[in-house]
């Protein structure tokens, strides 16, 4: 075996592949620095945040490096990838990843797993915005809790600075509207207002904008799939087979505007009886399993039913914050970290990646 350099080094790792996309990680641009010496340090860039797969990639790391007869240090870092769309589609250039959350219909949950699945990004390492684009009945303020800093126009008052919710820039209409005042708005305000939101607000640099859709196909969903290539969809369902007669409407709409399906997060799956253990399909069981399969496309997460979820939503602290080391928000978490890998996907053949790494 030739002699530990980084350059020998580089050349063992280039025969090493990334396990969710099949490309060398050294063509894939994942591999950083490598410093050598009475061990071998070596900066690995991982797709996405809780990569799934980290456990698999290290150990083919390892083996690739185990002729050196070094021991082998891994430095992990996080580069999100990012697809540039056409120029002239270039809404939001300082964000990477832009993720629709829908629904078939109203009353499934979807505001919650936006606001849950926004904030376990977060807290996998990943810099993210919230974008409630419900407009007739925006939540995610309300979720959120009070702002660390409210909604306002910068001092030059050319940008829209968004209210920050627990770390995370938030955006909704709920800011520009007295509470307890409907909004009685036709398609083309609600296209304006998006586009507003879109191009005048400072949201800064992101690796992920979640946008959380008002139910159904309607003006919204048509407008945001105008203003800017989504990187892709995520529909939130429920088990019982009414709930899913709507969800296929969800897949055949994200279809027409063009944007790929991600996959499907069946929320409500069970209960679990706190003090038994028992478990009780309350909505029917396996219907988001079934569809999915169905659909070819993913099953990225169950949601039980738990007072925590609710509660959180009810008093402005999603379960992911406020009961971090929980059962559900490891559901969360494992959910969030299933939809930003299906995200990498998507982009594993477009252009390099952002140069740009950190620690995590």
Aim: net charge neutral; glycine share 10%.
């Amino acid at each position: 075996m030739s002699d530990a350099t980084p350059e020998t080094i580089r050349q063992a790792l280039s025969t090493v592949e990334d396990p969710a996309i099949g490309r060398s990680i050294v063509a894939g641009r994942q591999v950083g620095e490598i410093r050598v010496g009475d061990s071998i340090r070596v900066e690995v860039a991982l797709i996405s945040p809780g990569y799934p797969l980290k456990g698999t990639l290290e150990t083919r790391i390892r083996e690739a490096l185990e002729p050196f007869a070094k021991p082998i240090q891994i430095e992990w870092k996080l580069a999100v990838p990012r697809k540039p769309p056409r120029q002239d589609l270039d809404r939001l250039p300082t964000v990477k990843n832009v993720i629709a959350v829908g629904a078939g219909k109203g009353g499934v949950g979807k505001s919650t797993a936006a606001v849950n699945i926004a904030m376990a990004l977060s807290r996998l390492g990943a810099s993210v915005g919230l974008l409630d684009a419900d407009i007739y009945g925006p939540s995610v303020p309300k979720m959120m809790g009070p702002p660390s800093r409210p909604c306002d126009k910068s001092v030059s008052g050319e940008r829209i600075i968004p209210a920050l919710h627990r770390g995370l820039p938030v955006m909704s209409v709920d800011f520009f509207v007295e509470t307890g005042r409907a909004v009685i708005w036709r398609g083309p305000m609600i296209h304006k207002l998006l586009q507003q939101f879109l191009e005048d607000v400072d949201w800064g640099e992101l690796d992920y904008l979640i946008i959380d859709l008002p139910p159904g196909t309607g003006d919204a969903q048509l407008s945001l799939g105008q203003l800017l290539p989504i990187t892709g969809g995520v529909i939130v369902t429920t088990p019982q087979e009414v709930a899913l007669l709507d969800v296929r409407k969800a897949v055949d709409m994200f279809a027409k505007l063009e944007v790929p399906l991600l996959g499907l997060i069946e929320n409500m799956s069970h209960y679990r009886c706190p003090s038994c253990g028992h478990v009780d399909h309350i909505f029917s069981s396996g219907g988001g399993k079934r569809l999915a399969q169905e659909l070819s496309i993913e099953l990225l997460g169950q949601l039980p039913i738990d007072n925590s979820v609710s509660a959180g939503g009810e008093t402005g602290n999603p379960v992911v914050n406020a009961v971090p080391d929980g059962e559900h928000a490891k559901i969360f978490l494992d959910t969030a970290a299933n939809i930003a890998l299906a995200a990498a996907k998507l982009h594993a053949t477009g252009p390099k990646r952002s140069s740009l790494l950190r620690t995590v």
